[in-house]
């Protein structure tokens, strides 16, 4: 089988390697897709802070079980399958309250153990999410970027009159677009990038007031409008961000923070207190596949209109480059393995 392999930075790789066999309470899954991911490019250029080389990268696919493990029922060959890339080890402090996501023993797939871009790749069988025929092979691939804004708004919560903000329209940022209009039907969705076409992909999801703010002042354009934002998620991940949802936020909103930036941001307790607002930090997912899945088999999101682009997986050179060159065009781009 071919796989592809960082071996360290810069150095991307596709290789023939042997077909792994499932061990014990593992499954095998014969990969039809993989999303490619900005984290996948931060491995490729060696800016990844916690991945250990050589890896096979990839942590959005989905495809075909067709091997079990010992202690494995075999009903389950065939059987079409999302991954959630979260190992966990069941018995820290974080796994007994029900946070495995944050392990203290965390494995990801694709980044502490080896990923989805391969053509087989075998995970531990309660990983494997089984997807209902109505969701599509390329749609499977994209639970795991889905989960992400599922985290994050189980985190916060919403109600449907929420006044809703959403930084940034990014393949993130349109996860939870996605999910803050189709899932939550929220009553207003306000959506703010610096890139024209993200926010017409942000207005297609269905947002209210989609706004170019490179040269705008958010909050008082806002204020002039009579908004007050009452859920805010900064999928922008600039840090001087949380400073300015804390000034334009209704009192009792909640925010949430998608990002990994080391800089500290400025936070006025009083502005906090004043308002009693909540803060929400969200990483990967904690068991949110069925959800998503079952939004998608709803027909509540919508995975096509997430996905930009497909590559043959053997093109996987070509699709980091258009990634990084057009990134104002791209949203999901697609490995196609079978
Ligand atoms: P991206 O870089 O493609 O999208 C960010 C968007 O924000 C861009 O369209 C950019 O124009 C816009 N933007 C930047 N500064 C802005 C500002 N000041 N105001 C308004 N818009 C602004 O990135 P992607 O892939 O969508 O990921 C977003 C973030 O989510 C990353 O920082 C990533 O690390 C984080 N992330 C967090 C996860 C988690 O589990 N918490 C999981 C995956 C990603
Ligand atoms: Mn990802």
Excluded at 12 to 24: A, D
Excluded at 57 to 64: M, N, Q, V
Excluded at 65 to 70: E, Q
Excluded at 205 to 215: P, V
Aim: glycine share 8%.
């Amino acid at each position: 089988m071919k796989s592809i392999i960082v071996e360290g930075p810069g150095q991307m790789k596709l290789v023939e390697t042997q077909v792994p066999y499932p061990r014990g309470g593992e499954v095998r899954v014969r990969v039809h897709h993989a999303g490619i991911c900005g984290s996948d490019i931060h491995i490729y250029h060696g800016t990844h802070p916690f991945v250990r080389y050589p890896r096979v990268i990839g942590h959005e696919f989905a495809g075909i079980i067709d091997a079990v493990g010992a202690g494995v029922s075999a009903a389950r060959v065939g059987q079409r399958v999302a991954v959630t890339p979260v190992i966990s080890c069941g018995e820290c402090y974080q796994c007994r309250v029900g946070r495995p996501n944050v392990c203290a023993n965390l494995q990801v797939l694709g980044v502490h153990r080896d990923g989805g871009f391969s053509e087989f790749c075998c995970v531990p069988a309660d990983l494997a999410h089984p997807v209902p025929d109505i969701v599509d092979d390329c749609a499977a691939a994209t639970v795991e970027p889905f989960s992400i804004a599922a985290n994050m708004l189980s985190r916060t919560g919403v109600e449907p009159f929420e006044v809703a903000l959403v930084y940034g329209a990014g393949p993130i940022g349109m996860t939870v677009i996605q999910a803050l209009k189709g899932v939550h039907r929220v009553e207003k969705l306000i959506v703010v990038d610096h890139i024209e076409t993200r926010l017409n992909w942000a207005r297609a999801a269905g947002a209210d007031l989609a706004i170019d703010t490179s040269n705008l002042e958010l909050p008082g354009f806002l204020a002039e409008r009579g908004l007050k934002p009452t859920l805010i998620i900064d999928a922008a991940c600039h840090p001087s961000i949380l400073e300015e949802a804390i000034e334009l936020a209704s009192p009792a909103a909640r925010i949430g923070l998608m990002g990994f930036s080391p800089d500290p941001s400025s936070v006025s307790q009083r502005k906090l207190n004043a308002k009693e607002l909540s803060i929400f930090a969200s990483r990967l997912n904690n068991r949110q596949f069925p959800n998503v899945i079952n939004w998608m088999a709803g027909g509540q999101i919508n995975p096509a209109q997430f996905i930009s682009h497909h590559f043959p997986f053997t093109s996987v050179h070509d699709a980091f480059a258009l990634l990084e060159a057009t990134p104002a065009d791209c949203c999901k781009v697609m490995l196609d393995f079978a």
